[in-house]
Structures are given as structure tokens and as C-alpha cells.
């Protein structure tokens, strides 16, 4: 290296401390030791080196913002959980494990999740949990955070999953919903309800589901969504009578009766 600044021709001057050299006279740096990009520290098997990390998984294209991005949860929530898993209170703890039991059952998102904790821990300010199992409780907050969220899930659904009777579960939504005084809410469409019926009776034919779509959207146009469920069901059977599709495997598959599903088909318009 030479012994003049290129730029002034003063003398460079090493510093051992900071690893440089730089010009006396203009404070040009002249030559610097680049940044060691490696670890610092040293893993001699998996565990170390999970422990020993201080950094998380890489980037990934398959995830929104490449995985990098942050969930920000309100601190309310975060005090309440806190709380649960410190042994404050063993309900909590175990209505919190129940929801996201079900909630994994049910592939819900985390915010569905967490929708229901809210309402769980608004319905325990009111007693609404006290004298009911935790297991129905969290069916009623789940089932009304799904409706919310505008999820086409049917009563049965919880039923399975909770052990609870859907009777039971559908008064404690409407009580739920009442004493809590939520006014807006998600409204369902018999649209949304022809993809899920149109899974369960394991059909593939996309054209004559687009068919059931539109005779669905159709009549919910002309008579109103007094029932979405029984006119989705009644919209595929009509979409499918062509193929011989029972009344009795649609209605099974929608979770209604077939006079509901015959009463619903009479009134699709022509």
C-alpha cells in the first residue's frame, strides 16, 4: 500500500484499534477490515444450534411478504393469556386449549382464533361461561366468531368437535349474541354454502357448479336469504337432477331434511 493519500498526497496513518488506515491531512480512509458476516459462536450438534441461534428462518417465497413479515396481537389479549398460563386461573387455561383444539379441527385462522378468545373472556365478564362446560362455552364463541368472519361452517360441525348438541349450541349463540349486544354481523350467503355442500357430496363437475351458483344467486335475488343452507342445497339439486342426484344424499350432505330441501326446491324460481 502506498505511503500518500491519493487524494492529497498526506501521510496515511494505521490505526490498530478501529483496523484502517486513512489519511492525516484529509481523513481519507484508505484500507478497513470488512464486517465478518459469521457466527460468532460455535455448534457441535442440533440442539446447540437451535439454542445458540439469535435469528429466525430464513426467507420464503412460499409465505405473503416472504415470511418475514409481523403479527402484532393487542395487549390485551397477550395479558390474558399470561395470565391463563401462569395458573391463575385453570379455566382459562383450559378454554384457551379448547379453542385452539378446535379452531386446528376446523382450520381456522389465527385471527378466527383469536376473535373467539375475545368473546370468550367478554362472555366471562357477564357469566355467561358460569354454570356451562367449557366445551359448550367455546363451541357458542367459536360458531359466533365464524359467522363474523363470514366461514360457512355448519352447527353439526361444532357439534362433532365439541361432544355438545347443536340445540344447545345454536340457543347459546343467539343468547350470546343478545347479551353481548352484537348488532353486526356477517350474513351468510347461499353462494358460500354451494362450495362446501358441493365438497361433501365429492362432485367435480366445475360447469354445473358455476350452474348451482347462479341459480342460487338467483333466488336469493328474487325470495330472499331466509334460509341460505336449504337454497344452496336445493340450487345443486336442481343444478344436478340431470344426473340423478337423491334428494336424500343432498339433504344428508347439507345437513337438512328433505322436506326442507323439497320446500326450498319449489320455491327456486323457474
Not at 22 to 31: A, D, K, S
Not at 44 to 55: C, D, G, I, L, N
Not at 73 to 96: C, D, M
Not at 181 to 206: A, M, N, P, R, W
Amino acid at each position: 500500500m502506498s505511503q500518500k493519500c491519493p487524494e492529497c498526497g498526506g501521510k496515511i496513518v494505521k490505526d490498530a484499534a478501529k483496523l484502517e488506515a486513512y489519511c492525516e491531512n484529509c481523513g481519507l480512509v484508505i484500507e478497513e477490515t470488512p464486517i465478518d458476516l459469521r457466527k460468532e459462536w460455535r455448534a457441535f450438534s442440533p440442539e446447540e444450534k437451535r439454542k445458540r441461534a439469535r435469528t429466525g428462518p430464513p426467507s420464503n417465497l412460499i409465505y405473503p411478504g416472504k415470511g418475514l413479515g409481523t403479527n402484532f396481537v393487542p395487549k390485551e389479549l397477550i395479558r390474558n393469556k399470561k395470565l391463563a398460563r401462569r395458573g391463575g386461573n385453570k379455566n382459562l387455561i383450559f378454554a384457551l386449549s379448547e379453542i385452539k383444539r378446535m379452531s386446528s379441527q376446523l382450520n381456522l385462522s389465527k385471527d378466527v382464533e383469536e376473535r373467539a378468545w375475545r368473546l370468550y373472556l367478554d362472555a366471562k365478564k357477564i357469566n355467561f361461561t358460569q354454570g356451562r362446560k367449557i366445551e359448550r362455552a367455546v363451541a357458542a364463541v367459536l360458531c359466533l366468531a365464524c359467522r363474523q368472519y363470514g366461514i360457512p361452517l355448519f352447527i353439526e360441525d361444532f357439534e362433532k368437535i365439541s361432544g355438545i348438541k347443536k340445540e344447545k349450541i345454536c340457543k347459546d349463540v343467539k343468547s350470546l349474541q343478545n347479551r353481548l349486544k352484537i348488532k353486526q354481523q356477517v350474513f351468510l350467503s347461499s353462494e358460500e354454502y354451494v362450495g362446501k355442500i358441493f365438497t361433501k357430496l365429492g362432485l367435480k363437475d366445475e360447469q354445473i357448479k358455476m350452474r348451482a351458483l347462479e341459480i342460487a344467486k338467483k333466488a336469493e335475488k328474487e325470495i330472499g336469504n331466509e334460509n341460505p343452507r336449504a337454497m344452496a342445497a336445493a340450487a345443486i339439486y336442481r343444478a344436478y337432477k340431470e344426473v340423478h342426484l337423491t334428494q336424500k344424499k343432498v339433504a344428508k350432505a347439507a345437513q337438512i331434511s328433505v322436506p326442507t330441501l323439497e320446500r326450498y326446491y319449489k320455491k327456486l324460481p323457474p
